[in-house]
């Protein structure tokens, strides 16, 4: 006889709150039917193993099938009783599993899902649904529950010769894509792959006469025993490949992995891999997937992972892990911190036991590895602590040191005078080679920082290691970069200087913000005549501001650069001897009446100074205007002669192009006239 009855909810309109707003994505449904149905066949192994059921458990699996509108569900666990269906159906959100546990908690750790909530998803993407079971109970009778998408319900006595339970899924009008082979073939492979019972959906298929048809061999869908439910020992090196291939089959061999075991105080397994990264960019987030008990729940661990290690790849698994009601997003609370925090011991551990017993493969694998340790290192304190040991700073000569080994390398001979250690650096081989060869020269070491996130590695370094500083090799000269004595004295006088600087300064490029100023200092006769150096702080600030937002103004700030003038190099004392020969005739007569026009600016100015401003007449607020007027025309003069003179004087021009090559500044146009201007001077010379 079938009874009537409404579902033991406190709202009328629960459907449509389940319709739309309990989970995120419709396609969940399934995996909470599939994961039911996972329960109710462990239910059975469990009562089976402590004797409690009788016969034969038979064939176990799962089976998904699709006829006409329906999508159906099958297993061949415990089934229902019609007082179980009332229990656990009819009262939304009451939990079988809860109970089942609570009785069995020391033989069910395989348990993944509950009955309640998870079931009626089912309504998101069906129009009615029916639940055909027979309880494994001796004598149970088998029922039939079915369900229009409203609180009332039918139940009745059926006929049924197998215990379990079908679910009977009518699919409504705006979902038939779930009666698509390949949808549920696509769902089944996204979240049911690793369950640990046998998953069949339709036959297996082969090529026959132009066309795939079925065989008789079932088509099961799920790895019942993948890697990482597996004990470490009892796995091979290929067995790790082969899964990882299976994760990402287009990806490259990864460097390496930890495979996670942990029983106390949470429950979790996982394999972690270090993917290869092909270049700095090469950031691949959402890869590690989490599972709770074999369930796929999400590849968006941020939560639970660290995010410096969201970059690796992988599988985690733990049934400890809080979900909300659609397992969807994990919930922050004690144990998810401790899981976090463990794990970033696990691969620290990890880490450091591979650089101590093969130093030669992890300094191999530091090139790949670096960006991951280094992400850690800037976002995680107790990492860094870890990872000192055991990460790298590499030379240009591609030798590789330890913190503490550098250190001691260049601490002696690369301390300036103040006991302040320097480690130069450069971010590019090619580009800064003659800085670094300079460098070298001295017996300096230069370290090479080209990653992505060098920059910023430097800055945390310099906060951690005592009285050090990081400079780029093109920062400076090289006897300022580690000043080790007083600055050299520059023996030109200030008209000496004016005319250096005016003369270089109208032969500069005109570069998209870029700025250049000229700096005079005495470098010895063997140095080179001109260099081109950056300030430190403001490059590694533009540098900085590329990959952090707050940091956007100093993107906009053009780049400043020195020419340095090496006063004591002969090629530019002859430029001074030449200009002297060249244009003393015109040019000191209006350098005399430049000199005597600012000493009057200088006495109008003094005068005034001593004056209210009220007290400052009209005529004396002209006379200053009208001899700043007389200074401007006279310095155009001035700047007109320099202007001529530079751009007559090839030595001047070959100079600066030299300083702008060898920081690859030279480019187009400007770079075709220094080539042909240098044959132009070799020409001549012959």
Request: charged share 30%; aromatic share 10%; with cysteine.
């Amino acid at each position: 006889m079938a009874t009537q009855g409404n579902i033991g909810v406190t709202s009328e309109n629960i459907f449509p709150v389940i319709k739309k707003f309990l989970y995120s994505d419709h396609e969940i449904f399934l995996r909470e039917l599939v994961s039911n149905a996972i329960d109710a066949t462990q239910k059975l192994k469990t009562l089976a193993s402590v004797g409690e059921t009788k016969g034969e458990l038979g064939d176990l699996s799962v089976h998904i099938s699709i006829e006409d509108d329906k999508l159906i569900i099958s297993d061949r666990g415990i089934g229902m009783t019609a007082e179980e269906i009332d229990k656990y159906i009819n009262q939304i959100a009451f939990s079988g599993a809860e109970e089942f546990v609570e009785k069995y908690k020391n033989d069910v750790n395989t348990m993944i899902g509950h009955f309640g909530l998870g079931f009626y998803s089912s309504f998101m993407v069906a129009r009615k649904v029916e639940i055909v079971t027979k309880s494994y109970k001796e004598g149970a009778v088998p029922m039939k529950w079915s369900c229009e998408g409203s609180p009332a319900y039918e139940l009745a006595e059926t006929e049924k010769e197998e215990r379990g339970t079908d679910i009977i899924l009518h699919i409504d009008d705006d979902n038939k894509d779930f009666l698509e082979k390949t949808k549920i073939t696509s769902l089944l492979t996204k979240y049911c792959r690793f369950l640990p019972v046998p998953i069949i959906f339709g036959k297996k298929q082969e090529w026959k006469d132009g066309k795939y048809v079925d065989t008789d061999e079932d088509n099961q869908i799920n790895d019942t025993q993948p890697a990482w439910v597996r004990k470490p020992g009892d796995l091979k090196e290929e067995d790790y490949l082969k899964f990882y291939q299976d994760l990402y089959p287009m990806s490259d061999e990864p460097l390496f992995w930890i495979h996670l075991n942990v029983d106390y105080p949470f429950h979790l397994t996982g394999i972690l891999y270090f993917p290869r990264i092909k270049s700095n960019l090469d950031f691949h987030r959402n890869k590690i997937q989490l599972y709770c008990n074999q369930v796929f729940v999400t590849d968006s661990v941020e939560g639970i992972v660290p995010e410096f290690l969201t970059l690796l790849h992988g599988v985690l698994d733990s049934p400890d892990i809080p979900l909300n009601v659609s397992r969807s997003y994990l919930q922050s609370d004690q144990n998810v911190k401790k899981i976090s925090t463990h794990i970033t011991k696990k691969v620290a551990d990890r880490l450091e036991e591979i650089f101590k017993s093969d130093r030669p493969q992890f300094e191999k694998k530091w090139d790949n590895l670096k960006l991951f340790i280094q992400y850690g290192m800037l976002s995680d304190d107790k990492f860094y602590d870890r990872a000192a040991k055991f990460s790298f700073l590499k030379d240009v000569d591609d030798t590789y040191f330890t913190q503490d080994e550098y250190r001691k390398l260049v601490q002696e001979n690369q301390t300036d005078k103040d006991g302040t250690t320097i480690y130069l650096y450069t971010t590019s081989r090619n580009d800064q080679y003659s800085y670094i060869q300079v460098a070298k020269e001295k017996g300096y070491s230069v370290l090479l920082m080209d990653g992505q996130l060098d920059v910023h590695v430097i800055s945390r370094l310099e906060q951690k290691l005592e009285k050090t500083r990081f400079v780029r090799v093109d920062g400076d000269t090289i006897d300022n970069l580690i000043r080790k004595t007083d600055q050299n004295t520059v023996h030109l006088d200030d008209a000496q200087q004016t005319t250096l600087r005016e003369i270089f300064k109208r032969r500069f490029p005109t570069l998209e913000k870029t700025e250049f100023q000229v700096t005079f200092e005495a470098l010895g006769q063997q140095a080179n005549p001109v260099m081109l150096t950056q300030s430190e702080y403001m490059r590694r600030m533009r540098e900085m501001s590329t990959m952090q937002p707050g940091m956007s103004i100093y993107g906009d700030i053009p780049d400043s650069y020195n020419l340095v003038l090496n006063t004591d190099h002969p090629l530019l004392k002859n430029i001074l001897a030449d200009e002297e020969k060249t244009c003393a005739g015109e040019l000191n007569p209006i350098l005399a009446d430049i000199k005597g026009w600012e000493a009057r600016r200088t006495d109008l100015r003094e005068a005034q100074n001593k004056k209210k401003p009220e007290e400052i007449t009209p005529a004396e607020t002209a006379d200053l205007t009208d001899t700043n007027k007389k200074l401007d025309e006279l310095q155009e003069q001035r700047d007109r002669i320099f202007s001529a003179y530079a751009a007559e004087n090839p030595i001047v021009g070959q100079l600066i192009d030299l300083a702008l090559l060898g920081n690859g500044l030279l480019k187009g146009e400007p770079l075709s006239r220094f080539i042909r201007r240098s044959v132009d001077i070799l020409s001549v010379k012959e």
